[in-house]
């Protein structure tokens, strides 16, 4: 029992498009039959709409549902409807609710709540440390007991080295891997945005990437040392993105994200001193944003993660400054890359596609989403030529902090199938 | 009035043209000669209201913005953080919408935090001037600056200006910077490097960080340094950063001249055989402020380019 949902019922349809499966290499049209949740039949060569993309739905490893504590925010029920929305048949929350997820009692009430209301399946995490204060190590081997994926302090970094070798090695007893948010506190202290030309004119305190690459690096190598596997969130910077290549070609099991904001936007946004452009780690750079597209490619970076990070309105409607980190992020993923990479000839379609679904799959130990006769159906229909407006009353989330709001984006989820159930259809 | 023009706000020095700037500073120069009669006040903006909202403490922009405002006869009214409705929680959107009901045709806001005068802007009808926010821009200060070198000096093309200290934490060096590229003057930006935001270049200045490069200059522009950026390791002392930038008498050359925004500390980033000197412009900058700050009411209120005449400036 990793994932959960409530029971949904086990729908049969056929679906007519162009199917891409990247695991498969298959590209070309075809119809995909379903009976009773189950892919029973795809039949290729057949004539299908050429806008129309059948994908494997997309797997999330990175969401923040805000339950228990801030249901005001989100919910598991309209986290997992943006999610559906989005085209996701599978997402896992980060355990920095209020309370933190950092005993089995916690996150026993989180399954039990997720078996009620999660539309789609939907995965938990805990904490790595106690409360997250990275002082005491959460009793993981209970917490995987209990349904954790894998540990996480994610919001703050586990800025002890000593406490890390320690969680790295215990994790073996719990055989999950740890996910990192790599963030040196104290030459990230105070920065409100990237440290760059923009930052200097603004006169915002800078949240330099050093801060981030050098913590990918000190992870990295305690966790050769230690030879454990880590998954390392939401990258932002050309220099953790080199330093997770080099650590893979020296055998260091690692997997990373990159979020669509990060591989879509730059620092350049910030000027609007919008709340909106605002998140942790902040928007970098043209020439770091490239290097992430580059990791995309050669899979250096194998997940897109929204990092989907719902605010209450009033808490983003204020400064820069003031205004709390994050954006939302699972209703516009697909939207963003397609008009931001793959339109542009960045990025093709099936590297992507594969980035959202069966390379946080792997990273996380969870079921890869496949189109094939005998697999349950984890689906997804695209629109790749379909425009659409990104506002306020379009989302399903309770929160409406968009990095995208007002912008018109091209492409757009038509279906969601997650696990044999229909969860979405425009 | 407000239908007929286009609504205007000075919230950055990116907000004004070459032609915009040198017709404030025009502007600034007549209203002065106005302040040498018997009678200073000038009935131009009469029946208009100035509000004055500060979240931080200031002595020479508010009470040069206040001054400002009633002598071109405006009704004003100043806000202070402490003791209001902010003290108790009240968000800077809220603050505005209630401000807003009086109607002012001004809102002046200074506040800590960066776009604070934008979100003012955004929540109100008033045109808004920009008295300092966070560490971003002042550009009343920008232009008051502009104005006392263009006094002293006869021109601001090609002049050149030594800006000495702690630019990473200055809206004022932000916005000097800024304000010298739009009228073709060159920058020049003196400091430890760990005062220098990274990036700076991009603003259109050059970097030092040898005390010597303010030879070259017109003006030597003195930062003021602050205790608390110890703490933070920006520095290791204060006796080391006055050794290494201190504006002592040695170190200005003749025919320089020296500013400062003030509030200054004597003995630690300038000399006060300096700040006394007749080299020091301070004091003429304090009444600039004056000037400058009428000379911006009067062009956001009486919308340059649909009012050409401007009959109220004639001086007797």
């Known amino acids: ?148 994926l894998a540990f996480t302090d994610d919001g703050r970094p586990v800025a002890s080295a000593g406490l890390l070798r320690r969680a790295l090695a215990y994790s073996a007893v719990a055989d999950r891997p740890l996910a990192l948010h790599c963030e040196e506190p104290t030459l990230s202290c105070g920065g409100h945005m990237h440290e760059g030309a923009v930052s200097a004119r603004l006169g915002l305190a800078g949240w330099p990437s050093i801060a981030e690459s050098v913590m990918v690096e000190r992870d990295l190598a305690l966790a050769a040392f230690e030879d454990r596997p880590i998954h390392l969130q939401h990258l932002s910077a050309r220099a953790s993105v080199e330093a997770v290549r080099r650590a893979r070609a020296a055998g260091v099991a690692a997997s990373a994200e990159a979020s669509p904001h990060h591989l879509c936007a730059t620092d350049e946004r910030v000027r609007s001193l919008d709340p909106n452009v605002k998140m942790n780690p902040p928007l970098r750079a043209e020439d770091d944003r490239r290097a992430l597209v580059e990791g995309l490619l050669d899979g250096t970076i194998d997940c897109i ?91 399903r989330s309770r929160s409406v902090n968009s990095w995208l709001l007002g912008e018109r984006l091209t492409g757009t989820v038509v279906k969601t199938v997650a696990a044999g159930s229909v969860v979405y259809a425009a | 009035m407000r239908a007929e023009h286009p609504r205007r706000h000075l919230l950055g020095v990116d907000d004004l043209t070459r032609d915009d700037a040198y017709r404030i500073l025009d502007t600034a120069r007549a209203l002065e000669r106005s302040l040498d009669r018997e009678v200073k006040k000038l009935p131009t903006l009469r029946g208009r209201l100035v509000l004055n ?107 050149r200006v030594a800006i000495v200290g702690d630019v990473l934490h200055s809206r004022v060096a932000r916005s000097l910077v800024e304000g010298l590229r739009l009228v073709g003057a060159s920058p020049l930006v003196v400091a430890p490097p760990t005062l220098v935001p990274r990036g700076i270049e991009g603003m259109g200045c050059e970097v030092s960080h040898r ?77 600039a402020g004056l000037v400058v700050r009428m000379a911006v009411l009067y062009d956001l209120l009486t919308a340059p380019g649909l009012h050409v005449a401007q009959p109220v400036l004639e001086v007797a």
């Open chain 1, 1 to 148: 029992m990793t994932l959960v949902s409530r029971n949904g019922r086990r729908d049969s349809l056929v679906l007519r498009a162009r199917l891409v499966d990247p695991v498969g290499g298959v590209d070309g049209p075809a119809v995909v039959t379903v009976e009773d949740g189950v892919i029973t039949a795809v039949e290729h060569g057949a004539t299908a709409p050429a806008s129309l993309v059948l994908a494997p739905a997309f797997v999330d490893p990175h969401v923040h549902l805000r339950t228990p504590g801030r249901e005001d925010e989100e919910t598991i029920a309209s986290g997992t409807e943006a999610a559906a929305a989005g085209g996701y048949c599978a997402i896992v929350a980060m355990p920095n609710t209020d309370p933190v997820v950092d005993t089995a009692s916690v996150l026993h009430a989180l399954v039990e709540r997720a078996r009620d209301e999660a539309v789609v399946p939907t995965g938990f995490t805990a904490a790595i440390s106690k409360g997250q204060r990275g002082e005491e190590l959460a009793e993981m081997a209970e917490l995987a007991e209990a349904g954790a």
């Open chain 1, 305 to 395: 993660a929204t990092d989907h990070a719902p605010h209450a309105r009033h808490e983003k409607d204020t400064t820069f400054e003031e205004a709390p980190f994050g954006v939302t992020g699972l209703e516009t993923a697909f939207g963003a890359l397609n008009t931001y990479l793959v339109r542009t000839g960045e990025a093709p379609l099936e590297v992507v596609l594969e980035r959202l679904s069966a390379g946080p799959a792997r990273a996380l130990g969870l079921p890869v989403p496949r189109i094939a006769v005998g697999e349950p159906a984890n689906l997804v229909l695209l629109d790749l030529e379909a425009e659409w407006v990104v506002t306020e009353d379009g989302f």
């Open chain 2, 53 to 159: 909202l500060f979240y931080e403490s200031s002595t020479r922009t508010l009470s040069s913005f206040e001054l400002a405002a009633k002598r071109l006869s405006a009704d004003t009214m100043t806000l202070r953080a402490s003791g209001s409705s902010v003290d108790k929680g009240e968000s800077l959107r809220d603050t505005a919408s209630t401000l807003a009901a009086y109607d002012p045709d001004v809102i002046v806001i200074r506040h800590p935090h960066i776009g604070a005068p934008h979100l003012v802007a955004a929540a109100t009808q008033a045109l808004v001037v920009n008295a300092g926010d966070g560490k971003h821009q002042h550009p009343t200060q920008a232009l008051l600056d502009l104005f006392t070198i263009r006094e002293a000096l006869g021109r601001l093309e090609d002049v």
């Open chain 2, 211 to 287: 005390i010597d490069a303010i030879g070259d200059a017109d003006v030597v522009y003195v930062l003021r340094m602050q205790q608390e950026r110890m703490d933070a390791a920006y520095v290791p002392s204060l006796r080391e950063y006055t050794s290494l930038y201190g504006i002592t008498p040695e170190r200005v050359r003749p025919g320089q001249v020296v500013m400062h925004p003030g509030p200054m500390n004597r003995g630690v980033e300038i000399d006060p055989r300096v700040a006394d000197s007749g080299a020091s412009l301070i004091t003429t900058q304090v009444r």
